[in-house]
């Protein structure tokens, strides 16, 4: 019975496997594309160089192709279920704001969220420091919340 009990835990983490490879082989692109490199990040904000510009542009792209498909029902979640993306408040300055925030923490850090984790797997211990001062942020927006406009 307890054998029985630990094959089906296991193939029920198998089925999941395919997003830590997924992670693993995006991880792997963004590293190779220089993606989570400082000096890449700051040519971007000196206008130096188009790599991250293009690199985030195409992003950008992407993006609004698979939500159009999303938007007409054509790729549904993992688990075949139609994704719903609710409509979000407008508003001006909560965009500029929002952005000017994610902008400075990201010049300061010298990485965008994501990366940090490459990063972090790729030995760069003083990135810990950064997604610690993230987990703090969030936590604190999660107790404030409430509190805050929206």
């Not at 992003?59 to 993992?78: C, D, E, H, Q, R």
């Not at 075949?80 to 902008?103: L, S």
């Not at 610690?132 to 919340?145: C, P, Q």
Request: glycine content about 12%; some cysteine.
């Amino acid at each position: 019975m307890v054998y029985i009990a630990i094959n089906l835990l296991i193939l029920k983490e198998m089925k999941n496997i395919k997003f830590l490879i997924l992670g693993i082989l995006f991880g792997i692109i963004l590293s190779k594309a220089e993606i989570i490199s400082w000096y890449r990040i700051y040519e971007m904000f000196k206008f130096q160089s188009f790599h991250m510009y293009g690199v985030i542009g195409s992003a950008v792209l992407t993006g609004m192709i698979v939500f159009y498909f999303f938007n007409k029902g054509l790729i549904k979640s993992y688990i075949g279920e139609q994704i719903i993306i609710a409509p979000k408040k407008k508003g001006f300055y909560r965009n500029i704001f929002g952005g000017i925030i994610f902008g400075l923490g990201w010049a300061l850090a010298g990485a965008c969220p994501g990366p940090m984790f490459i990063l972090l797997g790729r030995g760069v211990a003083t990135i810990a420091i950064v997604l610690f001062g993230g987990l703090i942020g969030t936590t604190l927006y999660h107790m404030l919340k409430s509190k805050l406009p929206h």
